[in-house]
Every structure is written in structure tokens, then in C-alpha cells.
């Protein structure tokens, strides 16, 4: 993966990947937009299932929505950190 790539270690991203990728047009960096506007569909994703399910336990392999549950799984991850001070 690419932080293996950049802690000098054996990466399946090579320099090739990298180029091949970057010469489709590949954006390595998306701005703070894209991220506020996934962050808000994927609030609209779990409003629409909890209001489908009654609650907001996605299961992280849902089939009907994957990134949804990964999505959960993620803000958790990013919850637990900041309350720990990380």
C-alpha cells in the first residue's frame, strides 16, 4: 500500500501503478469538499436506515449499502481516537 511505499517497505504500488494510475488522471489528494460531501451522504445513508430499521447498527457487510457499514466502522474508529486524545 502506498504508506508501506512510503516507509521504504515492499508495497504492491510500485512506481509502474503509480504512473499508470496518475496518467489516467488519478487524484492522489481530493480536496476537503469531496470529503464533506461523502461525509454527508453517507449521513443521509444511515438517516434512511434507521429509519428503514428503527436503529443505526449497520452491519459492517451490509449487502445493501458496504460502504455504509464501513463508512460506521470509520466514524467509530475516528470517535474512539479523539476521545482518547489521539
Not at 25 to 52: H, P
Amino acid at each position: 500500500t502506498y504508506r508501506r511505499l512510503k516507509e521504504g517497505k515492499p508495497s504492491s504500488l510500485t512506481a509502474e501503478r503509480i504512473h499508470a494510475l496518475t496518467a489516467l488522471g488519478f487524484e492522489w489528494e481530493l480536496g476537503k469538499n469531496y470529503e464533506v460531501i461523502a461525509w454527508e451522504d453517507r449521513l443521509v445513508d444511515l438517516n434512511n436506515f434507521k429509519m428503514s430499521h428503527g436503529h443505526c447498527n449497520v452491519p459492517q457487510r451490509w449487502k445493501e449499502n458496504r460502504g455504509l457499514g464501513v463508512w460506521i466502522k470509520t466514524q467509530r474508529s475516528y470517535y474512539r481516537k479523539l476521545k482518547d486524545g489521539k
